[in-house]
């Protein structure tokens, strides 16, 4: 049994949090699985940023460079 490869990365948005994921892993977005753990959480007055959005991206086996 091979053991998945994810990384958790964090953002802004989920955007940005997918592309800091993507560029770490160095993968196209075809590659992956995208699961959000978390939303943003709106700071004082609704002002951004109090908590950013976490992702977890799994690379979808089969289609990862480094494994084949």
Do not use: H, W
């Amino acid at each position: 049994m091979k053991k998945e490869r994810y990384i958790e990365a964090e953002g802004k948005t989920i955007e940005e949090a997918v592309k800091n994921a993507l560029q770490i892993l160095k993968l196209p977005r075809k590659c992956v699985k995208i699961k959000t753990l978390s939303e943003e959480k709106k700071g004082l007055f609704g002002m951004p940023g109090a908590k950013p959005v976490k992702v977890r991206v799994t690379v979808i086996a089969g289609r990862d460079p480094v494994s084949a």
